[in-house]
């Protein structure tokens, strides 16, 4: 294939997807299809640098898969597997490790954010590294872009730190990826302190919007989003955030632009929106649940779909590896 390359990677967390998580990355996902060679896998790795139990493990892995086809990813135009199924993972991971400062993994914010969360005594070093093995998951592919939300900004700036690192020392071997970060929905914002982003650790249950809640719970919990003072329906993520982030999440999922939505709802009121995005995000939730369904109810097309995606995956991730062992003297 001629068109540029693009790679993420998504957690299989329990329950589901959140709508950060959808609007964030997902969505990016299912657009690169199109003009991009797209590799997207399901981050079973880095699920285990905290504690996790085998067998939800194992669930979440086939639901994230799942919740994937569901919202749009084809397997005929993209590669979908699972990042355990391709052990070049961890193998570059290793080499990646090598040549990491200690004082430069320890910058990362997410790893001072997720191990102050877990404790000293319960953070472990695979948690410490985890955004090395990130590094390798992209090197690996040659990614030429990387779709993910503002979070990941750091990581992607590693990884370019140390694809610049390694070819320096040791001859060209990896493609220089850059973040492919949509402005508009690069931070969702939890509903009821739109202040945080919208996330699975650290929102509160009204302000975190799952995927796969039942439509009626996600209506209420949009109903009874935090609003700010006034009364006016205006873009103005500083002065109104909570306002700001129903509206983005409203254009996104119409495909109305945000100056639109102003237009319809001047002089009508934060009601008003909340009921008509309500209605939007039940049209939006009640197929995706559906289909994800379908997908955990049809296991033999899920492991044909994962073993396809497994092999093609090996395919690159095999070449670019050998290429890296060879350069470094293995
Ligand atoms: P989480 O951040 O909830 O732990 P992941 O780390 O698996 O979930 O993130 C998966 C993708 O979703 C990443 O590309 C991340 O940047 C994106 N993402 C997560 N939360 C948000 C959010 N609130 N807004 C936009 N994108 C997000
Ligand atoms: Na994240």
């Known amino acids: 294939s001629d068109r540029p390359r693009a790679l993420s990677g998504i957690q299989p967390t329990a329950g589901s997807f959140h709508l950060g998580n959808y609007l964030g990355a997902v969505r990016q ?9 797209a590799f997207y896998m399901v981050v079973d790795l880095h699920a285990i640098t905290v504690p996790q139990d085998p067998a939800d493990l194992r669930a979440n892995t086939r639901l994230a898969v799942a919740q994937l086809l569901a919202a749009g990813l084809d397997p005929q135009r993209c590669t979908l597997f699972v990042q355990s199924h391709v052990p070049e993972h961890a193998q570059l991971g290793w080499v990646m490790n090598c040549i990491t400062g200690f004082g430069e993994a320890s910058r990362m914010t997410q790893f001072k954010d997720k191990s ?7 953070t472990t070093v695979g948690l410490f590294t985890y955004p090395v093995l990130q590094v390798a998951d992209i090197l690996l592919y040659q990614a030429d872009a990387v779709p993910v939300g503002e979070d990941q900004r750091q990581h992607i700036e590693l990884t370019r730190d140390l694809a610049e690192r390694f070819n320096g020392r040791f001859g060209h071997t990896f493609t220089v990826p850059s973040p492919h970060i949509v402005k508009e929905t690069a931070k969702i914002y939890d509903l009821q302190d739109p202040t945080v982003k919208m996330s699975k650790s650290a929102s509160t249950p009204k302000g975190l919007v799952n995927l796969l809640d039942e439509p009626k719970v996600t209506a209420k919990k949009v109903r009874s989003a935090v609003t700010d003072t006034g009364s006016e329906i205006v873009f103005d993520p500083a002065g109104k955030p909570g306002v700001s982030n129903l509206l983005t999440i409203f254009a996104t999922l119409t495909g109305t632009p945000v100056a639109d939505l102003e237009n319809r709802y001047a002089g009508k009121g934060y009601g008003a929106l909340k009921t008509d995005l309500a209605d939007v995000m039940v049209d939006f939730v009640t197929p995706f649940k559906e289909r994800t369904q379908a997908y955990l109810e049809d296991p033999e097309t899920l492991d044909s779909v994962l073993a396809a995606g497994a092999e093609k995956a090996r395919a690159v991730a095999a070449e670019t590896l050998a290429a890296a062992y060879d350069r470094i003297g293995f």
Do not use: M, N, S
């Open 29 to 37: 996902y299912v657009a690169l299809q199109e003009t991009h060679d």
């Open 116 to 122: 102050a969360k877990q404790g000293a005594d319960r």
